[in-house]
């Protein structure tokens, strides 16, 4: 247990991996609830509706999007996937990505350390590199001087 500064209104208290104070979290609570009625009953609300009639703040709707707790089906998804970039109405990737990483995790290529963005240039040179040298080479080994 720590001692933590409350995201919302910074005061401190016990930190137990819920950033918020327990005053915060309830109003948290009662916020969350208030979306859910509301989009009970609107189901094809978009972001700037609902900011509009329940006077909730953007940056707290995102976040119960981000956190997978509400999903949108109005309007323009106002997420997007943190791997492709693609709009998405709920969580934090995609349903491609989400798929692919899941698959990427069965096959037990997570637990290994490498790293996406590593791996792509190398095989991409390796491939450069053998065309180089399968084909004629006009530059390198053509000398002028003879
Ligand atoms: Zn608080
Ligand atoms: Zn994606």
């Given at each position: 247990?720590?001692?933590?500064?409350?995201?919302?209104?910074?005061?401190?208290?016990?930190?137990?991996?819920?950033?918020?104070?327990?005053?915060c979290?309830d109003e948290d609570e009662r916020l969350f609830q208030t979306l859910k009625?509301?989009?009970?009953?609107?189901?094809?609300?978009?972001?700037?509706?609902?900011?509009?009639?329940t006077g909730i703040a953007?940056?707290t709707i995102?976040r119960f999007?981000?956190?997978?707790?509400l999903?949108?089906?109005?309007?323009?998804?106002?997420?997007?996937?943190?791997?492709?970039?693609?709009?998405?109405?709920?969580?934090?990737?995609?349903?491609?990505?989400?798929?692919?990483?899941?698959?990427?995790?069965?096959?037990?290529?997570?637990?290994?350390?490498?790293?996406?963005?590593?791996?792509?240039?190398?095989?991409?040179?390796?491939?450069?590199?053998?065309?180089?040298?399968?084909?004629?080479?006009?530059?390198?080994?053509?000398?002028?001087?003879?």
């Amino acid at each position: 247990m720590e001692l933590r500064n409350c995201r919302r209104c910074g005061r401190p208290f016990l930190y137990a991996g819920i950033p918020f104070c327990p005053d915060c979290q309830d109003e948290d609570e009662r916020l969350f609830q208030t979306l859910k009625d509301y989009l009970y009953d609107h189901p094809q609300a978009s972001l700037g509706e609902i900011v509009r009639e329940t006077g909730i703040a953007y940056e707290t709707i995102v976040r119960f999007l981000r956190e997978g707790r509400l999903e949108l089906t109005g309007g323009e998804p106002p997420l997007h996937c943190e791997r492709c970039g693609a709009a998405i109405p709920t969580g934090r990737l995609c349903g491609g990505c989400t798929a692919l990483l899941e698959r990427e995790i069965s096959r037990g290529l997570a637990s290994a350390p490498r790293s996406p963005a590593g791996g792509a240039p190398v095989s991409s040179r390796e491939g450069r590199m053998y065309t180089y040298r399968s084909g004629p080479a006009p530059k390198g080994q053509a000398k002028p001087g003879r």
